[in-house]
């Protein structure tokens, strides 16, 4: 009876190895491609707002002061006209998107009358009438209560000025001491 059974044939052996090979080799595929195929994705973006980022403004939003205009020193008997500018005494820092719309609105100043801006020396009475401009030979004086928009460029965006020039007729009949005024900035955007 022993001799009834025979041994494989060594050509059936490597057969069913082989397809034992190509069977595992198709499972060893079949997952690695399972891993491979995306389940889920994400969306990555930005957006960039209109705006502007104003340097040093606290929780109110308030900067304090942001330039000086400065007329200098004269003796009243002299007398004439002084200009002076905001350009060398700016400290605001601010910088906005290009294409926003600026709102830039300054008041009247806090001793205004009805027609024009005035410093005032001390708590007196004594006055001295200036002119807010546009120029530096205030040719485009600013109203009392100016409102200018600025769409800004690419170019003006980063570095963002307010530049305004001021010029004062020096009485020579009012008495020594500082003469001052303080105009309310308000920026929007």
């Not at 008997?77 to 609105?105: A, D, F, H, Y």
């Not at 005032?120 to 004594?126: D, V």
Request: aromatic share 4%.
């Amino acid at each position: 009876m022993a001799a009834d059974r025979t041994a494989p044939s060594s050509s059936t052996g490597i057969i069913l190895s082989l397809l034992g090979f190509v069977c595992l080799c198709g499972l060893t595929s079949v997952q690695t491609s399972a891993q491979s195929i995306p389940i889920a994705d994400f969306d990555v973006n930005a957006s960039v707002a209109l705006g502007c980022w104003v340097n040093g403004t606290g929780q109110s939003g308030a900067v304090g002061r942001i330039a000086l205009l400065d007329f200098g020193s004269t003796p009243a008997s002299v007398g004439g006209t002084r200009t002076t500018s905001t350009q060398e005494t700016q400290s605001l820092s601010m910088r906005c998107t290009p294409n926003t719309k600026l709102i830039i609105r300054l008041n009247e100043g806090r001793n205004a009358s009805a027609s024009s801006r005035r410093l005032r020396r001390g708590t007196s009475g004594n006055m001295m009438d200036y002119r807010l401009c546009h120029d530096a030979a205030c040719a485009l004086p600013l109203a009392l209560m100016d409102e200018q928009t600025r769409t800004l460029s690419i170019a003006d965006a980063a570095n963002v000025r307010l530049v305004y020039y001021a010029q004062v007729d020096v009485p020579n009949h009012l008495p020594p001491g500082l003469y001052t005024d303080d105009i309310m900035v308000t920026l929007s955007w």
